[in-house]
């Protein structure tokens, strides 16, 4: 894991606690609070806006019916499955989205999502490899992070096969920046981002107490480089339409009138020529 000084700064107005009727915590959340240097306090019956008065506080991270969810200012932050539920159902039905057709990856292959977010992605990427796969998922931004590894190892929102899925997922608190250079030549078959957009595309729920928190560091070219290196067949970039035009890609894939498209670099021969 890659600690990030920025971050813990920012951690310093932020707290985690229990349900009203609950002080004490699981120790995947301790472990969590461990991890970012968020202070656990107590809430003892009290409200949250109290609590944030009392303590001088930006959000609290609450855990609540196997739940992590961070509430900050008028908005809340809680982990789902998104839009995997739909697309395993598509993927049963033999039908292929283009982001499964970007992927690219069949039973037993590794995969690293630089941008994990949420964990939609990673999840299907790790219903597509099974249990013989590898999922690695980092993320910067300290809140999300907690908010997504707490989810995956303790949510039970979907089916069988989808909690299965979330606890195959290697969630890390790093940033790809980081973390690329360090990787060893073609160590994933797949390096995966899906950088922030600067607008949302939908009104969802979830995306919209996502934003305030997201990291908005532009992909480079020169991470791409490494991610090429670190791939063994292929670089995906999820992406909208008419931007990232620094980046050099292979071929894109995506609707006719789909605003997100995939742009796919591939591997040959272990180095892209």
Request: glycine letters at 6%; a positive charge; one cysteine or more.
């Amino acid at each position: 894991m890659l600690f990030l000084s920025e971050a813990l700064i920012l951690m310093i107005e932020w707290a985690m606690t229990g349900s009203k009727s609950k002080n004490s915590l699981s120790e995947m959340a301790i472990h969590l609070a461990t991890e970012l240097s968020v202070p656990i306090i107590n809430r003892n019956n009290q409200g949250l806006d109290k609590l944030k008065r009392h303590y001088h506080l930006q959000g609290i991270l609450v855990e609540e019916k196997r739940e992590l969810t961070a509430y900050y200012h008028n908005e809340r932050l809680v982990f789902h499955p998104g839009m995997t539920v739909p697309r395993v159902k598509l993927l049963a039905q033999q039908q292929r989205e283009s982001i499964v057709e970007a992927m690219a990856l069949s039973s037993g292959d590794t995969m690293l999502d630089c941008t994990m977010g949420l964990a939609n992605d990673a999840l299907l990427a790790s219903v597509l490899v099974g249990s013989n796969g590898q999922v690695d998922a980092l993320e910067k931004a300290p809140v999300i992070y907690a908010v997504t590894a707490y989810g995956l190892q303790c949510s039970l929102k979907g089916s069988v096969e989808i909690q299965q899925a979330m606890r195959r997922i290697h969630p890390f608190w790093g940033d790809y920046q980081q973390f690329l250079p360090q990787m060893k030549a073609n160590r994933y078959d797949l390096v995966y981002f899906d950088p922030m957009f600067d607008h949302a595309l939908t009104k969802s729920v979830g995306l919209k107490g996502l934003r305030p928190l997201a990291d908005y560091t532009s992909l480079s070219p020169e991470m791409v480089k490494e991610a090429v290196r670190v791939a063994k067949k292929r670089v995906v970039v999820k992406y909208r339409r008419g931007s990232q035009q620094t980046l050099d890609f292979d071929y894109t894939i995506g609707g006719k009138y789909s605003s997100v498209v995939f742009g796919i670099i591939e591997k040959k021969g272990g180095t892209h020529e």
